[in-house]
């Protein structure tokens, strides 16, 4: 395939989009959509201020640095879950983040969880979840909470994740394979902020993962290659292999499944009363709102099993 834009050998082939580029046409491409998404979704401006949450990853270090590409003004938040038994990954993808910050000169804020609650992520999971489930509940429950802790506390309008498309799909299909109205309901590129929460965006939604591999690599980004030792197994990676079954016997599938579902969306697919489930109450401790009136789920973990 050749490059659609200079007509040179194509690096990277999208069959989906019935695109092919180059590298640099790749690396101008990526920003542009990005930008045109960012704008389509109304997700934020250049005034306002942007919190990266990183990983190390490709997804999450290719995002910071579109926008900084863009100029949007984006710092990163890393959050040291501790996951380092015999696998060192909490350790090397914090080096990373921190890599990639210091050659850019950008400014990476970092949260130890266990600074910060005195238990490491799988130590919250061997006293929480008694050792019997993966640490995942959990740590999805402390990042949410850091996550938008210093979002609000340091005064940022705006959450950024790397979710990619390949994510968001497959957490669409376990939800609709399930009919979870009330989980689908959350699902969206921008999740409006309330008073004391940002708002939740996704720029990189409609970019297929292997677009985000590419740009990671073109673009030289050194990033955590590994996966957290606890995904192993887990449901997403399932969904994400059915779904890539069908992707490559019908180019754009994937694509077509969440955008569809975006359309039905804004097309009235939930009611008015569903859509104000959405509301939420402060937790009477750390005032981070939560759909149930009392404390929040951070809060009641920390206080049966903190100290
Ligand atoms: S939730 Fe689970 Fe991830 Fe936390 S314990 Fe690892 S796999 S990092 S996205
Ligand atoms: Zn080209
Ligand atoms: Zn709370």
Redesign the pocket.
Known sequence: MKCKKCGQRASVNMPQHNLGLCREHFLEWVPEQTERFIKKYAMFTHEEKILVAV?GGKDSLSLWDILHRLGYRADGLYIA?G?DEGVD?SVESQRLAEKFAAERGLTLHVVNVQEQTGKT??EW?ETSLRGRQ???????LV?RHEMNRIARDLGYDVLATGHNLDDEAAVLFGNTLSWSREYLLRQAPVLPGTPGLARKVKPLCRFYEREMAAYALLRGIEYIYE?????AG?SSIRYKELLNQLEHDQPGAKLAFYLKFLDARQQGLFSAQEEKQLELHPCPNCGQPTSAPGLCSYCRMVGEFGG
């Open positions: 990983s879950l996951i990954y992520i799988p999971a993966k640490p995942c509940a959990v740590c999805g990042k996966e957290c030792p606890y995904s887990a």
